[in-house]
């Protein structure tokens, strides 16, 4: 009888408790184990079950299963090798993930980052109790265990926690981070990125270079975010990306494993079309790897479908394919067409760069999944890679996107218009704050509002002009009557029934972050501004001109010196 597959089921204990399908990768726990290396960073696209490996490697080794060995591993791959078995249960494991760490500014996301390291403390208290851990780092683990610790104690909270761990138990503590590179990746589209790197490179650095306590460490994630950024001057961490000839097949299923499977559940018949929507990814030098995520839904629902839903990454990519050259819609033509594309390019993804790199996008795709390596020429970075796409799945998934991505396109249009017309707050916060210390003074920009709002003028200017390029499509008025009141700017189309964003209105209003008035933050002043837009009915010009009020979007723009927010 074929066991049961459960959908988003992630975590390894659960999977052995009630005999859901399960493919044994435990044999990636040797493998890692036996190669001794001190910091292992493991790229892999999503859904490929990184969650699921962590959490059996912390199954495996944490004491906290120390006895179930036999329970969670007998008739695995693990349970027989001998000398790892003897490993089982004995370690003290610091586990966390960054998975959930998304925000839409700085503060918010490194307090969700600061809740996943004071929960990873807590798990310890009985630390707080032992005669084995000095008075100092009871006192330091009280305060990390803390959700409002702040951000210095938070960047040195796993190395004391971890030289409590071997002080209490004469074992350094093995530190296991998924989705490490989820905070960048959501710094970088809202605008944020230096303060995130920052904080990262702080506990990175903390934890995985100067601490003497820390056994070993397992990370993973999609990219592998540049040194400098985050990793700065560690001490050569063992970086496995897609065309690493390493743990190829432990993420992902093998031809083997996917034929099984399928013979398990009365669909062997069909391995030629499963192999033609979900085979073709390549790891290291393993081609023909499947996608797991598509393959368990393929026998939960006994039909070829589209599984591989979108996700964040996709966000990162559709930025950079806006503000990208038209010939890369030539580039996606050929890859829809079956064609391999050459690129040159380094798998390591440097954000600081990403809008002035031609291979950015090339280096985002092959690490998200969406394209395999074909062909690689060169012994060193950069290498020229022959890209294409994975396989059917991808390509109708790709032709979506990519006809998402240039539909409503003007490349006439700067990244700052092309962000408004696509609605991506974000893409405006990042471009407007990536100008601001260029073009301003913080006379220009201010601090504070003066009598004649002059910081709201002078902002109120450079956005207008940086909208003047759309006046082919639409007509660009400010401080117009409407309503109850003047509204700052206003986009209004000249053919309110086309189509796509020629055919979107836009109210833009701009604040100043009063304390005066209540508002003590950016947040708070971008919420003012909405607030004005509705109470003074700013839309009643837009639709007399004929404009469908459902397709009029309010814009808040509030500033505090040459901070920016875009709501």
Known sequence: MARTVSIGKQWFEDLRAHNCFYVDKTSFIGNWWRAQDDITLICRPRRFGKTLTLDMVRCFLSMKYAGRGEELFGGLAVWDDAPMRALQGTMPIVYLSFADCKADTLDEIIMLARFKLSAAVREYSYLLESPRVSQADRAFLALASRDDMDDTTARTSLQRLCRALYAHHGIKPVVLLDEYDTTMQEAWLGGFWDGMASFVRGLFNATFKTNPDLGRALLTGITRVASESVFSDLNNP??????????????????????????????????????????????????GMYNPWSITHLLDRGRIDLYWTNSSSNALVSNLVRSSSPALKEDFEALLDDRTVCKSLTEEVDFRSLEVSPSAIWSL?????????????????????????????????????????????????????????????????????????????SFDSGTKPSKDSQPERFWHGMVLGLLVEMRGTHRLTSNRESGYGRYDV???????????????????????????????????????????????????????????????????????GKDVLVG
């Not at 897609?242 to 034929?259: I, L, S």
């Not at 790709?398 to 974000?426: M, P």
């Not at 109210?507 to 209540?518: A, M």
Request: glycine fraction near 8%; charged fraction near 25%.
């Open 365 to 441: 795709l092959l690490a998200t999944g969406y394209l395999r390596v074909d062909s690689m020429e060169g012994d060193v970075p950069p290498r020229t890679l022959g890209l294409r796409l994975t396989n059917q799945e991808v390509r109708l998934m790709f032709d979506g996107l990519v006809r998402k991505w240039f539909a409503n396109r003007d490349d006439s249009w700067s990244e700052f218009c092309r962000s408004l017309a696509a609605g991506d707050r974000r893409g405006m916060t990042r471009y407007l704050s990536d100008l601001a210390p260029d073009v301003m003074s």
């Open 490 to 560: 206003a986009l209004v189309p000249r053919d309110p029934s086309a189509q796509g964003p020629t055919g979107e209105a836009h109210v833009i209003e701009f604040k100043v972050v009063d304390s005066c008035d209540g508002e003590k933050t950016l947040q708070d002043a971008v919420s003012s501004a909405h607030a004005q837009i509705q109470a003074k009915a700013y839309d009643a010009g837009l639709i007399e001109a004929g404009v469908d009020p459902t397709r009029i979007h309010h814009w808040g723009i509030a500033f505090q």
């Open 238 to 287: 063992n970086v496995v990306t897609v065309t690493t000839p390493q743990y190829e097949t432990a993420f992902g299923f093998t031809e083997d494993e996917v034929g099984a499977a399928l013979d398990e559940f009365g669909m062997a018949d069909r391995l030629p079309l499963v192999k033609e929507w979900y085979d073709g990814y390549s790891f290291g030098d393993v081609p």
